[in-house]
């Protein structure tokens, strides 16, 4: 057990995987950046999987039914009790599960301002992570934003797509407008995911993503079966622990994550 003070000097840092849309891969790049943040024995990381559909929560402790669970979980850090992570099939990871009666926490004003309160970040970086990596929904609201507020890094996946870079300019705007001032030291990197770069589109999109924004946009991430293959295991695995995944993929996905997390 940590002394107080070892967990007044302990360095969390909190990475948000968001964007305004479903299905850029969040929950794959949430549950390979946990993965990343284990660099030896001692390290500890805890995943808060604010999604209600909870895949994140699914896989990390191969129990499908894990969302029918509303007690306790994520919805703690909202209700003001003490957080109780749970340990996973994943050795050195921690979780705060989700589950399908999250919704409930959008519209619950005590549960906005318990969010949005300085306590909450000082109560998260108590606990003694190395890191904490947040997988969130993509519909606006409380689950989506606040923690923006939290963080120290916002990573922003997106598909080559006009809808996915339109989800990823709203992530920008709302931490323009509603997030800097609360939270000023807040970065960001985008990660382009799923290019099919033999499609025409594919590149052109890739492309204005990196003239727009520059070396923001850290990697692309090409549409590789092995990583939903490594991700579909019992229990599940990162793709660089996929023996059947090609070298290149292995460790195009082991060093872009670990850039992510010493960002």
């Given at each position: 057990?940590?002394?107080?003070?070892?967990?007044?000097?302990?360095?969390?840092k909190i990475i948000?995987?968001i964007?305004?849309?479903?299905?850029?891969?969040?929950?794959?790049?949430?549950?390979?950046l946990?993965?990343?943040?284990?660099?030896?024995?001692?390290s500890?990381?805890l995943?808060?999987?604010?999604?209600?559909?909870g895949?994140?929560?699914?896989?990390l402790?191969?129990?499908?039914?894990?969302?029918?669970?509303?007690?306790?979980?994520?919805?703690?850090?909202?209700?003001?009790?003490?957080p109780?992570?749970?340990?996973?099939?994943?050795?050195?990871?921690?979780?705060l599960?989700?589950?399908?009666?999250?919704?409930?926490?959008?519209?619950d004003?005590a549960?906005?301002d318990?969010?949005?309160?300085?306590?909450?970040?000082?109560?998260?970086r108590?606990?003694g992570?190395d890191?904490?990596?947040?997988?969130?929904?993509?519909?606006?609201?409380?689950?989506?934003?606040?923690?923006?507020?939290?963080?120290?890094?916002a990573?922003?996946?997106?598909?080559?797509?006009?809808?996915?870079?339109?989800?990823?300019?709203n992530?920008?705007?709302?931490i323009?407008?509603?997030?800097?001032?609360?939270?000023?030291?807040?970065?960001?990197v985008?990660?382009?995911n799923r290019?099919?770069?033999?499609?025409k589109?594919?590149?052109?999109?890739?492309?204005?993503m990196?003239?727009?924004?520059?070396?923001?946009?850290?990697?692309t991430?090409t549409?590789?079966?092995?990583?939903?293959?490594?991700?579909?295991?019992?229990?599940?695995?990162?793709?660089?622990?996929?023996?059947?995944?090609?070298?290149e993929?292995?460790?195009?996905?082991?060093?872009?994550?670990?850039q992510?997390?010493?960002?």
């Amino acid at each position: 057990m940590q002394t107080k003070k070892a967990q007044k000097n302990h360095k969390t840092k909190i990475i948000v995987v968001i964007n305004q849309k479903g299905g850029p891969g969040k929950t794959t790049l949430s549950f390979h950046l946990a993965h990343a943040g284990i660099k030896n024995e001692h390290s500890k990381v805890l995943c808060l999987d604010f999604d209600s559909q909870g895949n994140l929560s699914q896989y990390l402790t191969d129990d499908l039914d894990v969302i029918a669970k509303t007690d306790g979980g994520v919805g703690s850090l909202f209700e003001g009790a003490v957080p109780h992570p749970s340990k996973t099939t994943h050795p050195q990871i921690d979780l705060l599960h989700g589950h399908r009666e999250l919704d409930r926490y959008d519209s619950d004003q005590a549960a906005e301002d318990r969010a949005y309160s300085q306590e909450m970040p000082e109560m998260l970086r108590s606990l003694g992570y190395d890191y904490i990596v947040i997988d969130t929904p993509p519909a606006v609201g409380l689950r989506h934003l606040a923690p923006l507020f939290w963080a120290d890094l916002a990573v922003i996946p997106l598909e080559p797509a006009v809808s996915g870079i339109t989800g990823f300019q709203n992530v920008l705007r709302a931490i323009d407008e509603s997030i800097s001032a609360l939270n000023p030291k807040l970065k960001w990197v985008g990660v382009m995911n799923r290019a099919n770069m033999r499609v025409k589109s594919h590149r052109e999109k890739d492309a204005w993503m990196r003239e727009t924004y520059g070396d923001k946009i850290l990697a692309t991430f090409t549409t590789r079966t092995g990583v939903a293959d490594a991700m579909e295991e019992s229990p599940a695995r990162p793709v660089w622990a996929h023996r059947g995944a090609p070298k290149e993929l292995r460790e195009q996905w082991r060093d872009i994550c670990t850039q992510i997390i010493e960002k």
